[in-house]
């Protein structure tokens, strides 16, 4: 029956959004790195305290959760098909190495969360042949999943569809795919009936690890793929350089007016470098270059773990990317050479570092004003929807952390304060241990919304 | 109540809910940043609207030629009923729409979503019970077969009238005045609204 008024974290445009209070609460999921019988779990953050209240055990062993995201979000203010009275009220929690989906309520008791429907593996490969689950996000017509390949860890990766009602499975997305073959992360522009998806590698290319004659090789992902997100159909692909591999993160303008966005790129296979790409729309073709490159930083070999012993360079790994609400910052994460960096990208084929936080790194180890040593370096990082803090932690995935931290990474979550004309600063006092637990860090969900969970419809 | 009367105010009831148009038409407005954009999807939404209508008593039409007056209305009756009580519990919407939209694809939106929340079926009570005024008044004997479709059409032209008219006015409202945060205070459920609205015009076909 829903409610009688559209939810309060429901909010028509980008900028309304921006005057939402401040969160309370974070979602984190944290995984177990050992081979032994403690599941994953759904941790609760008090934002305030910087301190964990909450811890929800997964019901099965070895999910390797990952990415996650809100059932419903302001998407559905959708104006063809709206259906506001629905609730934030779940979040979808893939496991990237079960393929298992987890809908948990985190209303009934936001510090106390339980899973209300558990989807199995098997029923996601029946019903669209696809395994892996990785991004999720709440879409005009259902919940949107992607997924990194078959049952086989194979190719294709894709897209599949949720009910948000129900949370049964609708099917995959895609009629015809065209070209695209590996998969990552997507997104989209409302407004103008386009999604973008990424390139990654098929599970057997990422699940052991990097593979470093993939990478030397140029098998990793290149691509970035736009679509017709009403017909459901492959329009164009756009390649960045010979040497750039790994397209991860998307993150278009949030205006629905715009047709523009960044990619971040892993790294540059010559030089280790790591790089933005905007994409953009002109005359309806659409076109991507570089507007960023981050340069790998020198390093003695000593300091490294044995892949990059022979480079005597540290990679700075841009492994994640957040774009402000008001698409004015963009918050880069440079997981190899542990720093954050925040651009002013109100030029967007101009971007200005406005700001730059270091903290652990491979070589840097750049410590932690309040408890000193800290490895692995900045990774998931998300943005309040004021912009004004911004939270990240440090865990990669498990068999690429164990290449680039070989001594094993401790969880940990941190947070910056963000000047709203630009600058960065860690604050001191925010630190969140996961290591007490063993587990590992991974994506960060704000309660109510952030500014990579919500898609917004008007300007 | 002057079944005119009735035959407008559902216009009106029809025009308020966001789901019948006028929220697209406010969307594809601030999406070009021009209230141009919004009143050219205004008729192309109440002519979707009209055909949904006219397909609906068009089937009332033939039905009686086929059938007696009281079997239609408890077929009406009932259908009103069970549909009410369904959208009550599951709200569904459209899926694979777009926001490139030209004036074919407006209007076949707004014919399906007339046509998928009953906005037609709806009608069809306040026509029988405007059938039966109008053969108490008339000559006895004669039942015309097409009885009443001058009527059906001047009814389906007042209601869309209406329609048309507080859709274009709540659109430009929103668009030029209210702004988009009357979304988030005044969007009542107009879906649990509706979902009463077909149950009791269900009832109404029955007890007339």
């Known amino acids: ?41 759904l941790a609760v953050v008090d934002t305030e305290e910087g301190e964990i209240i909450g811890w929800t055990p997964m019901p099965y062993v070895g999910d390797e959760l990952h990415h996650f995201g809100w059932a419903a979000c302001s998407s559905a203010l959708c104006p063809y098909a709206p259906h506001p009275h629905i609730e934030r009220r779940h979040l979808i929690i893939p496991g990237i190495r079960s393929s298992r989906l987890y809908i948990v309520d985190v209303k009934a ?31 005009p017509d259902g919940i949107y999943i992607s997924a990194l390949g078959d049952v086989e860890g194979k190719g294709p990766g894709g897209i599949f569809v949720l009910d948000h009602t129900t949370f049964d499975i609708v099917g995959k997305w895609e009629k015809e795919r065209g070209p695209q ?37 140029g098998r990793y992902g290149q691509r970035l793929h736009i679509w017709d997100l009403r ?15 790994m397209v991860l993160e998307l993150r278009p303008a949030h205006d629905p007016r715009q047709t523009y966005g960044f990619a971040g790129v892993v790294i540059n296979n010559k030089d280790l470098s790591g790089s933005i790409w905007l994409w953009s729309q002109e005359d309806g073709k659409w076109s991507m270059k570089k507007v960023i490159e981050i340069p790998a930083e020198p390093a003695e070999p000593e300091k490294l773990p044995p892949m990059l012993k022979g480079f005597s360079m540290v990679p700075p790994l841009i492994t994640d990317i957040n774009l402000s609400l008001d698409d004015r910052f963009l918050y880069v994460s440079c997981w190899g050479t542990g720093e954050v960096r925040q651009y002013d990208v109100s030029n967007p084929s101009e971007p200005k570092l406005t700001g730059s936080v270091r903290l652990g790194g491979i070589a840097n180890l750049t410590p932690h004003p309040k408890v000193g040593f800290v490895n692995g370096g900045p990774q998931m990082i998300e943005v309040s929807r004021d912009g004004r803090r911004v939270y990240f932690t440090n865990s990669l995935y498990d068999s690429w952390d164990n290449q680039f931290y070989p001594d094993g990474i401790q969880g940990w979550m941190v947070k910056l304060d963000a000047d709203p004309n630009g600058g960065l600063t860690l604050d001191p006092e925010f630190f969140v241990d996961f290591s007490q637990h063993n587990y590992r860090a991974h994506q960060i969900r704000l309660a109510g919304g952030d500014a990579s969970s919500d898609s917004y419809w008007y300007s | 109540m002057n079944i005119w009367l009735t035959v407008a105010l559902m216009g009106a009831f029809h025009g308020i809910n966001p789901g019948m148009g006028w929220l697209f038409a406010v969307a594809l407005g601030l999406q070009d940043k021009n209230s141009r954009s919004l009143f050219r999807a205004i008729l192309p939404l109440a002519l979707g609207h009209a055909l949904a209508l006219l397909i609906c008593l068009a089937v009332l039409s033939i ?13 009406a009756g009932g259908i009103l009923i069970l549909f009410g009580v369904y959208r009550f519990f599951r709200q569904k919407h459209p899926r694979w729409v777009g926001m490139r939209v030209g004036f074919r694809d407006l209007s076949v939106w707004s014919f399906t979503m007339a046509l998928a929340h009953g906005a037609g079926l709806m009608l069809i009570p306040v026509f029988l019970v405007g ?26 032209g007042l209601h869309t009238a209406v329609f048309l008219c507080v859709t274009a006015g709540i659109a430009w409202l929103v668009y030029r ?3 988009l945060l009357f979304l988030r205070k005044a969007w009542f459920n107009l879906d649990i609204i509706w979902a009463i609205a077909l149950f009791l015009s269900g009832v109404i076909a029955f007890i007339q």
């Open chain 1, 1 to 41: 029956m829903g409610l009688w008024k559209p939810d309060p974290s429901f909010y028509p445009s980008p900028q309304d959004a921006m005057k939402a209070p401040q969160e309370e609460l974070a979602y984190v999921v944290a995984f177990n790195p050992d081979q032994d019988d403690r599941p994953d779990a």
């Open chain 1, 109 to 139: 008791n936001p510090l106390k969360p339980t899973i209300t429907k558990v989807i199995e593996a098997d029923e996601i490969a029946e019903k669209t042949g696809y395994s892996r689950p990785h991004t999720v996000h709440c879409g």
């Open chain 2, 177 to 179: 005045k209210l702004g």
């Open chain 1, 181 to 217: 073959y590996l998969h990552y992360d997507f997104w989209w522009h409302l407004g103008h009936d386009i999604l973008i998806s990424s390139e990654w590698g098929t599970p057997e290319m990422v699940e052991a690890g990097l593979n470093p004659e993939y990478l030397l090789g």
């Open chain 1, 231 to 245: 017909h459901r159909r492959h329009l164009q692909a756009l390649e960045t350089s010979e040497d750039e591999q």
């Open chain 2, 63 to 75: 039905g009686q030629m086929m059938i007696s007056d009281k079997l239609i209305r408890w077929l």
């Open chain 2, 131 to 156: 059938q039966d005024h109008s053969t108490m008044h008339s000559a006895h004997g004669d039942t015309p077969m097409f009885f009443g479709w001058v009527e059906y059409l001047m009814g389906i």
